[in-house]
């Protein structure tokens, strides 16, 4: 055996995992051969997508679908961003700052010319979404590369040490999400059927909720736990340490 | 009246806890108030929605306006509504529990721990219910694989959050079997998208056509589904993660989480594959089922530990569900074995919450749960032994239980179609189950002479347990309505030309 | 029958689908098991956009929507995995499973 935490694994091909294989090349060659038995051309759903594209609120028919023709979808997924970050911040507590090495001047000159950069293209991303491949997702991960790049060179205390505005950021995407969902019933509509004059200017706002969202959770699934908050510290000087 | 007919309390159901969830998260010492009211909404919500399906059949909601193909459906039938209804009805007696079990501090050893669970359970329960009620109401197979993750994630975290060791590990592997099993889901919604260029279950339905494509998704989809619903022999999972968790989350994970797999292998099995499906593969999953029962209680019956006893039962409970595939073979009896199984997952919710609940109490107040060590624990708590009791009466199924009416609709179809292989089964499942409920209550009802030192336990928990235990008993003398209301809209499969 | 070029990529989607079990299986280590998650979905984005190439005389935009969502959900759960083996070895000290760990208390 190896060492238990080591990266390195027993590979021998034991008789045990023979079985998985020819079970698991079964497997690939039943869905090969569906596979190839696929009709060969198919447009999906991509002349009904095309079509309604005018109604969507936006160029790009990928954002459409994301976020008007299956926006339901979405808003579960926002959730489950969510729900990821409160899923982590349940099991542990963030490893102190201080743990990281100090920031070296290399790192520390690089990101004062990239993190503008990255932050500029993170808005572009979001903006160009509604014409052309791009959008909340994808803006998303850049700004959330902003974080890291903060965390890595230890210059985020002032992120992950207010907790309360912390929480309102996380919820901020899912709140505006729905809050526009059930809004738009108000005026006799359907969950989530934007007003047709208004579809363009309801996702923008969705996105860039979102945005700041998704960063931020990206950013706290790097980090991989809860602040230590004042609330937190607090309970814990009340109640002991928190559980191990 | 008008309002209440036409208000679009399908999306209340999903809004409210999902809402709830933002809130429970944003406001700790609220939570639990938060909690209980957006589980009392839901089950308003649930019952306009309820409402709405008795009087006029079947609900088509489409978010967006979109409709099929290009967008999201809603539907409400009555098996949805059923299975909303279940959940609903834990959902408030499991949160009612759960603001008294996580805020009670007479365990003062356990206040930093409780502190900290108390914060997280109410948002990941939330979020849970969510992805539950709209895992019901999906019409839309891509959108049950996100509700199904939604489920997951909540699911695995509630599991861990006793953060002992044991807790861990199990919510680990259930956060590997959870995730794979959503994949091979998935894949096989892909494979159906590219072969139908659709993800619209009725709209699936009428295009599906047996060849390689439909066997290789329901192939995946049925595993993906099978692994996550824990039945026999991919159950190694449940029983570590179910019985180390606190005692609300075994109680959903039990009663609900598992069942949510079940519903969709039932849309699958009944609607979209109907026309591909085979005798010999609905023979295969019930000799699953068969399995589960019998291995499932065997482990019961050396279980040291009570909650690891009631999570084994669970997975023999899942083991009656899996007959329903053989036995709706039978055109003459397809409609009662359906209204049973349909009905067993109602019963066994009741109970099993009620069971789980109750032996949280018992563990609550003697501070372990080893089943030999529990003599005399009926002079201190005579309320939960009694709830244990009365649920397990339902679980072995005696009349006039929830469990009695759905055992005897399976044994009847059974029986109908001349299965007495399986009739035999039931019945030897059932023998199973006396053994091991009379095992605790053995125990339970020793007198002793001198009562140890007991925890105190809260009323409101012991009557929770009560008042669900009650109902389970109870379901069975009420069985007509849920019954009726399950033929409205009921897959065509199991219509026998005879009966429509 | 000529290889069309969605196919190829279709079936090396499934193939990713398949390593990505083996290793999921046959791995003890846990971050080699979510990394096999990763690849087993990554056969499932690659297939979908494969089927998405497929359509004229654009590109299908419902898969890469669905692909979208996937990748989102994936990382929720790698994040979610990571922490939770995280956990793992901390509690028991190894990055494993532990073979029997039902009657721990």
Known sequence: MNAPDGITDDTRLTPLRLIIMLFVLTLAGALGWAVCSLPEYSSGLAVTALAELSNSGVLNPVTAAVLNYRGYDTLLEIAVLLLAVIGVWSLAQAEPPAAFEPASPVLLSFMRIVLPLMILIAGYLLWIGSFAPGGAFQGGAVLAGVLVLLRLSNQ?????????????????????????????????????????????????????????????????????????????SSSASENGVQPK | MTLWNTAPWLVWCIVLPLSAGILTFLFRRAAPWIGIASALGSAIAVAGLAAQVMHSGPLRYSVGGWGVPLGIDLRA???SVLMLVM?????????????????????????????????????????????????????????????????????????????????????MRYLLVSLSGSLFFLFGVAILYAAYATVDLTALAGKVQPGPLAWSALALMAAGLLIKGAVFPLHFWLPPAHA?????????????????????????????????????????LGLLGAGAILWGSAQALHQPRLKLLVAYSTVAQLGYLMLVFPLTQNAGSA????????????????????MFLAAGNIAHAAGHDRIADLDGITQALPLSVAAFA?????????????????????????????????????????????????????????????????????????????????????????????????????????HAPGQT | MTLEPYLLYALAGVGLFAIGLYALIARTHLLRKILALNVMGTGVFLFLVAIAYRSEPVADPVPQAMVLTGIVVSVCATGLALALAHRVQTTTGRMVLPENDESGA
């Open chain 1, 156 to 232: 985020d205390f002032a992120i992950w040490s207010h907790e309360v505005w912390l929480r309102f950021c996380l919820v901020l995407g899912l709140s505006v999400f729905i809050a526009v969902a059930v809004g738009v019933m108000a005026g006799g509509g359907k969950l989530l059927e934007y007003p047709r004059a208004h579809a363009g200017m309801l996702i923008l706002l969705i996105e860039s909720a979102a945005l700041i969202s998704i960063a931020l959770t990206l950013a706290a699934l790097f980090v991989g736990g809860r602040a230590l908050s004042d609330e937190d």
């Open chain 2, 77 to 79: 039938d009555g098996l």
């Open chain 2, 87 to 171: 959940s609903a009805v834990i959902a408030v007696a499991v949160s009612v529990y759960a603001a008294c079990y996580f805020s009670d501090t007479d365990a003062a050893d356990k206040h930093a721990a409780q502190a900290h669970q108390r914060a997280y359970f109410w948002p990941l329960w939330m979020f849970l219910l969510a992805g539950l009620n709209g895992l019901f109401l999906a019409a839309d197979i891509f959108h049950l694989y996100v509700t199904l993750e939604l489920l997951g994630f909540a699911a695995v975290s509630l599991a861990a959050l006793a953060g002992k060791r044991a807790a861990v590990v199990a919510a």
């Open chain 2, 244 to 284: 180390n968790a606190p005692t609300p989350v075994s109680a959903l994970l039990s009663a609900l989480v598992v069942k949510a797999s079940f519903y969709i292998l039932l849309r699958l099995w009944f609607e979209l594959f109907s026309a591909v499906v085979t005798p010999a593969t609905a023979t295969f």
């Open chain 2, 335 to 354: 409609l009662t074995a359906w209204s049973a199984c349909v009905y067993f997952v109602l019963a066994h919710a009741c109970a099993k919450t009620a």
């Open chain 2, 390 to 494: 009365l649920a397990g009466i339902s679980l072995i199924g005696l009349p006039p239980s929830g469990g009695f009416i759905a055992k005897w609709m399976l044994l009847q179809a059974a029986i109908g179609s001349g299965e007495w292989g399986w009739a035999t089964l039931i019945l030897a499942g059932s023998l199973l189950a006396v053994a091991y409920v009379l095992r605790v209550l053995w125990h339970a009802f020793t007198q002793v002479e001198v009562a140890r030192p007991l925890h105190r336990v809260p009323r409101t928990m012991e009557w929770s347990a009560l008042a669900l235990s009650l109902l389970a008993v109870l379901l069975g003398l009420m069985a007509a309505r849920p019954v009726e209301l399950l033929r409205t809209g009921a897959p065509a499969s199991i």
